[in-house]
């Protein structure tokens, strides 16, 4: 038991790097109500990105992941064009993005499937050193205050408030002269850029930016969302703490895929795992529902027995 408390630090610090990702989900899943699977491949752009620029042309680290998140922004535009101009259907303007972008990413890192980096030559923002998880989990918690400062900020101005329009009611939102097109582009470029922000540190802490390090990753985007929602829904009611319980639905998650290990767990069944676990908790509001449904039928029945 000790030992796995000792343990802890990596999960966390990996799920505050994951949940990062989330908030960029939770913009397009939960306010702009549209369903991107761009991240799986923005994700990885992020990471290519900025190792690249680390240790093959010399940039500061910190440049290199603020120049990460505008690649992000720009694997954003592509869909969000692909969708208003070229009228492709959401997911599969998602789709298309994400397969060009495995080729831009091999392209970034020189035809490699992986490119190190390591915390022995760079002086990196995060690391999974162990002497230095307290620091990496400090810098993801500055970081996901900054982020979420910023889009609380944004998602007050009358821009913001459209896109939330956009995603409420595409309909009612032209009807009252918002450019639904328009919103939908800014929401997915600012979505794109946070989990490619995400990619640079994930990076960083794995040691290596990697060709498949997204695959996958709008499950374990979803699976923060959901888990967040379903746990701290009734508590966390602002938008703040919204944005807060996906980062928090993260590090239950990486948490939870600790624990299963510990158990014993095969690592060749970790993705069927981490398949029911997100079924199991898309699932639960489903069934919430249906429970509270099925209540006042069932006095109002009594009632008339009665």
């Known amino acids: 038991m000790l030992e796995f408390l000792q343990s802890l630090p990596s999960p966390i610090a990996q799920g505050m790097i994951w949940g990062i990702m989330a908030i ?55 869909t969000g064009l692909l969708h208003t101009k070229f009228g492709i259907p959401a997911i599969l303007s998602g789709i298309l993005t994400q397969l060009a972008l495995y080729s831009i990413n091999l392209g970034i890192m020189g035809g490699r499937a992986n490119t190190t980096i390591s915390w022995r030559n760079f002086d990196l923002i995060v690391s999974s050193k162990t002497d230095q998880l307290g620091f990496t989990i400090l810098k993801c918690f500055l970081i996901v205050a900054v982020i979420i400062g910023v889009l609380y900020w944004f998602f007050g101005t009358e821009l913001g408030r459209s896109i939330r329009a956009t995603g409420c009611n595409q309909t009612m939102a032209r009807a009252n002269g918002i450019n639904t097109d328009y919103t939908k582009i800014i929401g997915l470029i600012i979505s794109n850029g946070i989990v490619a922000l995400s990619g640079g540190l994930l990076a960083q802490f794995s040691g290596s930016a990697d060709i498949n390090m997204g695959r996958g990753a709008i499950v374990i985007g979803l699976a923060a969302v959901i888990i967040g929602e379903v746990i701290f829904g009734k508590l966390f009611a602002s938008f703040v703490l919204r944005l807060m319980s996906a980062v928090i639905g993260g590090i239950i998650y990486y948490i939870v895929i600790a624990i299963v290990l510990k158990l014993g767990l095969n690592a060749n069944n970790l993705k069927l795992f981490s398949a029911v676990f997100v079924a199991i908790f898309l699932a639960i509001p489903y069934w919430k529902s249906k429970i509270s449904l099925s209540k006042p039928a069932g006095r109002k029945e009594g009632e008339k027995n009665a």
């Open 24 to 78: 960029g989900v939770y913009i397009t899943y939960k306010i702009l109500d549209f369903a991107d699977l761009t991240v799986d491949g923005s994700l990885g752009t992020g990471g290519a990105v900025l190792v690249v620029l680390t240790t093959v042309k010399g940039v500061n680290i910190y440049l290199a992941l603020i120049i990460a998140f505008l690649a992000g922004c720009l694997a954003g535009l592509a």
